[in-house]
């Protein structure tokens, strides 16, 4: 059993350097870093020039506590891509590079795209 977790943690740490490879951020064109887990997303801006979270969001932070958007759905996912492209507009940027990570453009992701897009940020 203990094999196989390591197998499995080690394919999907494989298929995201697969996808990250090819996507690097830096201040005017940042990286959209998404991260899903069982109850919550988190979204950053991240400078990989120099290491920089710019702007960062999370279903589980202080403007969604109390709200329908508080766990992880389609609903949230576009609330929270509204979210970072305001905050994103706000820092004066514009364009993006999404990264999807291990995570299939299905779903939530593609939900929390829409909502990116929608705020203005384009990729």
């Given at each position: 059993?203990?094999?196989?977790?390591?197998?499995?943690?080690?394919?999907?740490?494989?298929?995201?350097?697969?996808?990250?490879?090819?996507?690097?951020?830096?201040?005017?064109?940042?990286?959209?870093?998404?991260?899903?887990?069982?109850?919550?997303?988190?979204?950053?801006?991240?400078?990989d020039e120099t290491g920089v979270?710019?702007?960062?969001?999370?279903?589980?932070?202080?403007?969604?506590?109390?709200?329908?958007?508080?766990?992880?759905?389609?609903?949230?996912?576009?609330?929270?891509?509204?979210?970072?492209g305001k905050a994103a507009k706000?820092?004066?940027?514009?364009?993006?590079?999404?990264?999807?990570?291990?995570?299939?453009?299905?779903?939530?992701?593609?939900?929390?795209?829409?909502?990116?897009?929608?705020?203005?940020?384009?990729?």
């Amino acid at each position: 059993m203990e094999k196989h977790t390591k197998r499995v943690r080690l394919v999907r740490q494989k298929r995201a350097w697969r996808v990250r490879k090819k996507l690097r951020g830096n201040a005017e064109c940042p990286r959209l870093s998404v991260n899903k887990s069982l109850k919550h997303l988190q979204v950053q801006l991240i400078d990989d020039e120099t290491g920089v979270t710019l702007v960062g969001s999370a279903t589980y932070s202080k403007q969604f506590k109390g709200t329908e958007h508080n766990a992880k759905g389609k609903d949230a996912a576009k609330a929270l891509g509204e979210f970072i492209g305001k905050a994103a507009k706000a820092k004066n940027i514009e364009e993006v590079i999404f990264d999807r990570g291990r995570y299939k453009y299905h779903g939530v992701i593609a939900a929390l795209a829409e909502g990116a897009r929608a705020a203005g940020l384009k990729f």
